[in-house]
Nanobody, 118 residues
Framework: QVHLVESGGGLVQAGGSLRLSCAASGRTYAMGWFRQAPGKEREFVSAIRWNDGRPDYADSVKGRFTISRDYAKNTMFLQMNSLKPEDTAVYYC??????????????WGQGTQVTVSS
């Protein structure tokens, strides 16, 4: 069992930045960030492999978001720059395989709200 705790969400103006953190009680092959806006399905944002730090990004955030991890502290980060109103969602961290498919992840955090005002 892996417990995940997210932090760092909040309200920011368009063009601003936020940094999300996800602390894990254990380690799986990879971790990822997903988001879900009201009335929409949960969508992939980014993922990272623990061993080599290889990242992957959804096209909608590529060039604006950066995923990273602190291997020693079992913590993953998502630096979000140039935020847009359409980035508004609840952001979830997940632990499991290196995948874009939310159904393949075994463990989930409680979610943190990110709101971007125009």
């Amino acid at each position: 069992q892996v417990h995940l705790v997210e932090s760092g969400g909040g309200l920011v103006q368009a063009g601003g930045s936020l940094r999300l953190s996800c602390a894990a009680s254990g380690r799986t092959y990879a971790m990822g960030w997903f988001r879900q806006a009201p009335g929409k399905e949960r969508e992939f944002v980014s993922a990272i492999r623990w061993n080599d730090g290889r990242p992957d990004y959804a096209d909608s955030v590529k060039g604006r978001f950066t995923i990273s991890r602190d291997y020693a502290k079992n913590t993953m980060f998502l630096q979000m720059n140039s935020l847009k109103p359409e980035d508004t969602a609840v952001y979830y961290c997940a632990a499991g395989p290196y995948s874009w498919n939310a159904n393949e992840y075994d463990y989930w955090g409680q979610g943190t709200q990110v709101t971007v005002s125009s």
